[in-house]
């Protein structure tokens, strides 16, 4: 669609505008976001199918009254992340190939989750081995084919955020840094799927982080042009970006801010049916898919390190439950309450709004952290 109107500028002028990253974005915006009124009747047919979430019973009591709410509402925001790219991304860019077939096929591992789960009417699901070696499997070949592509040229150079890119940056061995970024992809894809626990409690971090790497993929790939008067004659003069703020500069990555803005728009559309008290919970397939396309956006733009504090809540959901694992198995105790740690807060009185919304502020401020590290180079 894009290329087809873009093609057609010299009979319409106007349609120069899809030219422009920044006007693609917002209409993925708005594309996703309009997807999201055929929510009233997708919970409609999951209540008809019984598609309910399956509570555990050593959780919270408060969750037990959630057992039956239609789930796998991932499947829309996938749906519509997935059209919106496609609609207003340039298709002839790979890395928004990249981007679409990591998160497609992590939904299709969260998809067989949620079935399973449902199926067997229990929250074991799909067990925990199988689902790593499954993501594992389908980012060892986006390493291989992201190496391969000649159009990209893609190099193993890690950079530190607060550090300029051209003061220190650290090369490593291309099949060190394979594993280092596939760990990145699957660790935050089930990061997001341990913190999506709570109503509302998931989606908009996911947003906030989807927003804060559309901005820095919109720095690092692209070059200002603007009308300079020189001797009475009109040139174009060009502004990098990536070079002003010390950061790695990369062709084509741009295209994957209509990415992040079909993630912000559909991520935006699901929480107003996913708010506190919910009407759909998104399930593996939305949590798993969600992690992995901002893992991949992590890697892609080279923000491997800086993503440690942009997705610094869901690495805090995920130690939670690391430490709580490792400490009652090696002394028999428990550190927290319940892991993830937003059930330990839970478990401690505040009301579950209370934690929803404080780990929404965390995520925010950490996201301002991030992007302040753009000018304290």
């Known amino acids: 669609m894009l290329m087809l109107l873009y093609e057609l500028r010299d009979y319409f002028a106007p349609f120069n505008v899809f030219r422009y990253?920044?006007?693609?974005?917002?209409?993925?915006?708005?594309?996703?976001?309009?997807?999201?009124?055929?929510?009233?009747?997708?919970?409609?047919?999951?209540?008809?199918?019984?598609?309910?979430?399956?509570?555990?019973?050593?959780?919270?009591?408060?969750?037990?009254?959630?057992?039956?709410?239609?789930?796998?509402?991932?499947?829309?925001?996938?749906?519509?992340?997935?059209?919106?790219?496609?609609?207003?991304a340039d298709l002839t860019n790979h890395y928004v190939w990249l981007f679409l077939s990591i998160t497609t096929f992590f939904g299709g591992v969260g998809f067989i989750d949620d079935y399973l789960k449902i199926k067997e009417k229990g929250s074991r699901g799909l067990p925990g081995r199988w689902k790593l070696i499954l993501q594992f499997i389908i980012t060892a070949i986006a390493m291989i084919v992201l190496f391969m592509d000649e159009s990209i040229h893609y190099n193993s150079e890690l950079y530190f955020p607060f550090v300029a890119a051209d003061k220190f940056t650290l090369m490593l061995p291309m099949v060190a840094y394979a594993l280092f970024a596939m760990v990145v992809i699957v660790g935050t894809s089930n990061a997001v799927n341990l913190t999506d626990g709570l109503d509302g409690l998931a989606i908009a971090p996911v947003a906030v982080a989807a927003a804060t790497y559309l901005i820095l993929c919109y720095v690092s790939g692209t070059v200002l042009q603007f009308p300079v008067d020189v001797d009475g004659k009109q040139i174009y003069a060009t502004f990098d970006l990536a070079s002003y703020l010390k950061i790695p500069h990369i062709n084509g990555i741009s295209e994957l801010c209509i990415g992040c803005g079909a993630i912000v728009g559909s991520g935006i559309g699901f929480l107003w049916f996913n708010s506190y008290p919910a009407q759909v919970f998104m399930g593996d397939l939305g949590s798993l898919s969600l992690?992995?396309?901002?893992?991949?956006l992590a890697v892609l733009s080279k923000n491997e390190l800086l993503s440690i504090i942009i997705c610094g809540l869901f690495l805090l959901e995920a130690i939670s439950v690391i430490t709580q694992t490792t400490s009652y198995k090696l002394t028999g105790k428990r550190v927290f309450k319940m892991a993830p740690i937003h059930h330990h807060f839970e478990l401690k009185g505040w009301a579950e709004p209370k934690v929803i919304v404080r780990f929404w502020i965390i995520s925010i401020l950490l996201a301002l952290v991030a992007l302040a590290s753009l000018k304290l180079r």
Not at 291 to 296: I, M, P, Y
């Open 291 to 296: 992690g992995g396309a901002l893992g991949t």
């Open 21 to 88: 990253v920044s006007f693609r974005v917002v209409m993925a915006m708005i594309t996703a976001l309009l997807m999201s009124f055929m929510y009233p009747k997708f919970i409609g047919k999951l209540l008809e199918k019984q598609v309910g979430q399956v509570v555990r019973d050593d959780g919270p009591q408060s969750h037990l009254k959630k057992r039956g709410t239609p789930t796998m509402g991932g499947s829309l925001i996938l749906l519509s992340l997935v059209v919106s790219t496609l609609l207003w």
